[in-house]
């Protein structure tokens, strides 16, 4: 039987559990016309029942799909030949794969012999086998559930109180895998990083003025040990990010004044998605809007201008980048604006203020904390943007301040250290995350700071 199968089995149970508890709450109660005996409501001794009948099944069919591949996976090592128990964990590894793959009807790399085969059949055997019993098990399980849960129903029984809890239970396991997820991200990447940091001095790492990753097979050939200086990546970033809040920032902010203050609803009705579609345009396309209609235009204008322009420059991808961009600043500082509250525009117009000076001397300064947390985490979004970057302004770590010149950035290094079939026990891999640790930390520092800004400048109104 199908996992999916039986999924919709367990469903189609639970929802069964929850009519029979609930026509038994109102036969204990001895009918509806005396419910008020009951403690809880009948609809919580159908939940009550229910949640019994679906819960601990569907906790057997995890926890069998966590634990059934490796059992089986034992059992098919247990029957090979002693030749193939041998073999280097690589290899039997391999041979595992081979096997499943041959059982499920995939590619198989290399030749199909009689072992091979025996191995997928029973496979096969196993699994099948498997699957039944999981099928008997949980829908076993799920009835005997839910017959103990319906034969625990009376008018006394506060089902009410242990559906809640059970509620809160699940509130509480659904609201911690966030914050274990991002609890794994950071030790992950610090346990690589600390491993970086053993090979390569962190000084070194932080003020290094040379960033060449590459290191070669043999220890007499030239760039051996790599140069792994970051100055140049983190000038990189922040010239790009620098260039893109220059566009951003002032274009998105008035786009929002004029949107919130000054426009007719029907404007501002049609504006508004159309700002939204940038946000929804893959950064890929910009990308592409980069690399073939704004880098050329940027190098045939410097040009003209008698300025030296690479194919690929940082005033390229920050322009575009600042496109991308403005909507997210437009609608922070939008959603700031409006919530300044409607009682100080009119009267600062009723003490004769223009719109303009309502504009600059009492909304503005009231929203100004929305605003700058809004800049912030456009800030971020600037640092962490990849695609643009490797499509419009090069691979090149160069240690510059000119926007007309090729650079590269923190998260396109990211990327081109973990392209392809690496080994991670060599710096240059190993640099990967030592570059995404700092990303995290300066992202971590700006959301903190936009944070702390918003709070402790943010006006409360009644």
Not at 18 to 33: Q, T, W
Not at 41 to 57: D, E, K, M, R
Not at 420 to 432: I, P, R, V, W
Request: include cysteine; aromatic fraction near 8%.
């Amino acid at each position: 039987m199908q996992i999916t199968t039986l999924t919709l089995i367990i469903a189609a149970m639970a929802a069964g559990a929850f009519y029979f508890g609930r026509e038994r709450s109102l036969s204990v109660a001895s009918g509806p016309s005396r419910m008020q005996t009951l403690h809880s409501l009948p609809g919580y001794y159908g939940y009550y029942t229910a949640i019994w009948a679906l819960l601990p099944a569907m906790g057997l069919l995890l926890a069998w799909n966590l634990i059934e591949p490796r059992v089986i996976v034992g059992l098919i090592v247990q029957g090979l030949p002693d030749a193939e128990q041998s073999m280097s964990p690589g290899e039997l590894n391999l041979l595992i794969n081979n096997i499943r793959n041959l059982a499920n009807g995939d590619i198989v790399s290399g030749e199909v012999g009689t072992v091979l085969q025996d191995a997928a059949a029973r496979y096969l055997e196993y699994a099948n086998t498997g699957r039944w019993m999981l099928a008997v098990l949980t829908i076993g399980l799920a009835t005997l559930c839910a017959s103990l849960a319906w034969r625990r129903i009376t008018p006394k029984f506060r089902a009410r109180n242990h559906v809640e809890r059970v509620i809160s239970g699940l509130l509480i396991a659904a609201s911690s895998i966030a914050i274990l997820t991002t609890i794994g991200i950071v030790m992950s990447v610090l346990f690589e990083a600390i491993r970086f940091f053993r090979e390569v001095p962190l000084s070194e790492f932080l003020f290094g003025l040379n960033w060449s990753p590459q290191t070669a097979i043999r220890a007499d050939q030239v760039g051996s040990s790599g140069s792994f200086g970051a100055v140049p990546l983190f000038t990189g970033t922040l010239l790009i990010t620098g260039i893109a809040m220059f566009i951003a920032v002032p274009v998105g902010l008035m786009t929002a004044i004029y949107l919130a203050e000054y426009s007719s609803a029907r404007i501002r009705t049609i504006t508004k998605p159309i700002l939204e579609i940038l946000a929804g345009i893959p950064t890929v396309v910009y990308g592409f809007f980069a690399a073939l209609t704004v880098a050329p235009v940027v190098r045939r204008a410097g040009e003209s201008m008698g300025f030296e322009v690479a194919s690929e420059s940082a005033l390229a991808a920050g322009l575009v980048m600042g496109i991308m961009i403005i909507p997210l600043v437009s609608s922070l500082s939008d959603d700031a604006i409006n919530s300044v509250p409607r009682a100080m525009r009119d009267g600062a117009l009723a003490l004769g203020s223009t719109r303009s000076e309502t504009m600059t001397k009492v909304i503005l300064p009231a929203a100004l904390p929305g605003i700058v947390g809004g800049i912030l985490l456009a800030v971020s979004r600037a640092i962490g943007e990849t695609m643009i970057v490797v499509m419009a302004a090069g691979l090149s770590a160069n240690l510059t301040a000119n926007p007309l010149e090729a650079v590269t950035t923190v998260t396109v290094q990211i990327v081109t250290l973990l392209v392809g079939d690496q080994e991670f026990d060599s710096a240059k891999t190993l640099a990967a995350f030592a570059l995404g640790l700092m990303l995290f930390l300066i992202t971590l520092g700006l959301n903190v700071l936009g944070i702390y800004v918003v709070r402790k400048y943010r006006e409360e109104y009644d």
